[in-house]
């Protein structure tokens, strides 16, 4: 069994599934479905629900409906209807129908007719400040009935036909279920079932033909009950809800699925709300919801997090009734494990100096043939060595000391595949700028709000970093790794992000969509061990930008191993190209 079916094996899931096994549903397959509001972007924390639904039901051999709860025209847009389908499918997943509960919405309308015709719903005129002091005003006092709860049926059902005929404003009155308010359940306190919007906003599916909307409380379980679910999985926020979940479809006799809930998965040290993303793109904050330094669904991908390494993190953390509440850290320590083993190896100088070979001639050439990994199947290719190298900025220092053993005055080092060490004679060093970094665990926890948090140099830029020449054989032989939701031929037409390779020494990177012919734009995926002080996809991480220039020379007794190469051989100026 694939390693990925462990949550689903023993533990809380199996539980849920012991009390309704497949003989025991509706045409005996368990159905379950992904339901997202189509307001903003998925996060991380979606993931969680989309691996649970679309992997309990193909661990039993059912079926996941993605189901888009657009019910609220105010906040949903194409963008992330779109954006939502091609996540889940990313994450490797293929709904068995793609829904919508605006298609419900004329069935929908009919239930709430059969309520009030039943007694058992109502339509309320109270404010919301009524509304709250009669379900105990939030501080424990007595609750007490809407004067309107007893009217007569009729009179309710000839109001309810008003609000969808457009006859009051937003605000003005309400649909609400006639539960018990005795019960100590705050969802059993006769909830809105309908409520009237502005006519300013247009369906995106059904454009101005309604004036009224059904509530998440109302449409989640009816919705569910029409598309046939067995199990209803969602996270423990909702666990309250159960109870008004099964008294809806109790009251209108319809066919009720089994709600259960588990922990919702938290990432500490960044925001996930989407309303706080929202604000950090409309602030421009950030560039978009894909920016790399977000953690939603878009980001992650445009930053190189492969699908695979996401579900394996979900996989690992397991599921219980608990919050998971993780660290960036331990998401990162994940990638790391699942990108070690999956893509091939380069050189690249982020923040390079150039280190001239003095006692090399202006044409020294010299091909080295360097693996792409460890495993042999990834193959090799050449790079070549000249006179010029660069190195990368904290390879060197201007004083040596017994405890550094990188290139310093009078010190050798080694260069990864060339036969011999060279030795610092001399540098020359330029004016040094230094930043220092800012970075927080709990962005919300900040008194002034989470905005006040924000680091203003939360973007580190190399502008003039390096890369070996076989950047571009890997780039042709993308995607990295070729599975998941990404699998597919290797043409040379990857999408950048699953250009991915393990930068030596330094990182593992990707290809950035900004890349045009003439530049290539990189974004690191994680580095290659924790940094105790940051997270890489923190808010918060600056660059030292000294520049220096150093030479040196091939210590003596090993220079006489190099060998001329052909001048027919074409030139390259040092170990890379420009990026």
């Known amino acids: 069994m694939d390693s990925s079916d462990s949550m689903f094996e023993a533990g809380f899931l199996a539980n849920v599934y012991s009390e309704r096994p497949i003989d025991s549903t509706p045409n005996a397959k ?8 189509p307001n903003g972007h998925l996060h991380i924390g979606h993931s969680k629900a989309i691996a649970i639904n679309f992997g309990f039901a193909r661990y039993h051999g059912g079926a996941c409906n993605l189901r888009f709860d657009d019910t609220n025209p ?102 609400r279920l006639k539960q018990n308010l005795e019960d100590g359940n705050p969802q059993m306190w006769d909830l809105t079932a309908y409520r009237v919007l502005d006519s300013k906003y247009k369906h995106h599916r059904t454009g101005d033909k309604w004036r009224i909307y059904p509530t998440y409380d109302f449409t989640h379980c009816l919705c569910d009950s029409l598309e046939g679910i067995t199990h209803s999985l969602c996270t423990t926020e909702f666990e309250l809800s159960r109870v008004s979940y099964n008294w809806l479809c109790d ?35 950030v560039r978009g919801w894909d920016d790399p330094r977000l953690y939603t669904l878009v980001a992650l991908r445009r930053r190189g997090v492969p699908p695979g390494a996401i579900l394996a993190f979900v996989n690992e953390l397991g599921v219980t009734k608990g919050v998971t509440n993780i660290d960036i850290k331990r998401f990162e320590q994940t990638i790391r494990g699942y990108l070690e083993s999956t893509v091939p190896r380069l050189m690249l100088v982020p923040d390079p100096i150039l280190v001239i070979i003095d006692n090399l ?3 020294h050439l010299e091909m080295l043939e360097v693996p792409f990994a460890k495993e042999a199947s990834y193959g090799t290719h050449l790079i070549p060595f000249t006179k010029r190298v660069y190195i990368d900025r904290s390879d060197f220092r201007e004083e040596a000391s017994k405890d550094y053993f990188r290139l310093a005055p009078r010190k050798s080092v080694g260069l990864l595949k060339v036969p011999y060490p060279i030795l610092a004679t001399s540098f020359e060093r330029d004016a040094t700028t230094s930043l220092k970094p800012k970075t927080s665990s709990n962005p919300d926890g900040h008194p002034d709000g989470f905005i006040a948090d924000l680091n203003p140099n939360s973007e580190e830029k190399y502008s003039n970093a390096y890369i070996e020449v076989g950047f571009d054989e890997v780039r042709r032989r993308a995607p990295w790794p070729n599975k998941d939701g990404e699998a597919g031929p290797r043409s040379g037409t990857a999408p950048g992000e699953t250009v991915r390779f393990q930068g030596t020494r330094v990182g593992y990177f990707c290809v950035d969509k900004d890349s045009t012919v003439e530049q290539t734009v990189l974004n690191r995926i ?13 808010l918060g991480r600056v660059a030292e930008l000294p520049l ?32």
């Open 30 to 37: 368990v159905v379950t479905r992904f339901p997202p509001e």
């Open 251 to 285: 009251q209108l006799k319809v066919y009720t699925p089994m709600q259960r809930e588990y922990g919702r998965l938290n990432l500490t040290g960044t925001v996930l709300s989407k309303r706080k993303i929202q604000q950090l793109v409309e602030e421009n904050h």
């Open 361 to 363: 001639s202006d044409d």
């Open 74 to 175: 105010m906040g949903e847009k194409a963008e992330f209807f779109e954006a939502i389908e091609e996540m889940v499918k990313w994450l490797g997943f293929t709904p068995d129908q793609v829904t919508y509960s605006s298609d419900r919405f004329d069935d929908l309308y009919n239930l709430a007719e059969q309520l009030i015709i039943g007694g058992s719903a109502y339509v309320c005129h109270c404010s919301t400040a009524e509304v709250q002091a009669q379900r105990g005003g939030g501080k424990g006092c007595p609750r007490y009935p809407c004067p309107h709860r007893d009217r007569p049926s009729s009179q309710s059902l000839l109001e309810f036909r008003g609000m969808r005929d457009g006859e009051y404003r937003p605000q003005e009155v309400a649909l």
């Open 526 to 538: 994680v580095s290659l061990k924790e940094d105790s002080g940051k997270a890489d996809g923190q």
């Open 548 to 579: 220096q220039v150093a030479t040196a020379k091939t210590v003596q007794k090993q220079a006489k191993k190099i060998k001329k190469i052909s001048k027919d051989v074409e030139k390259a100026d040092g170990l890379s190209e420009d990026v």
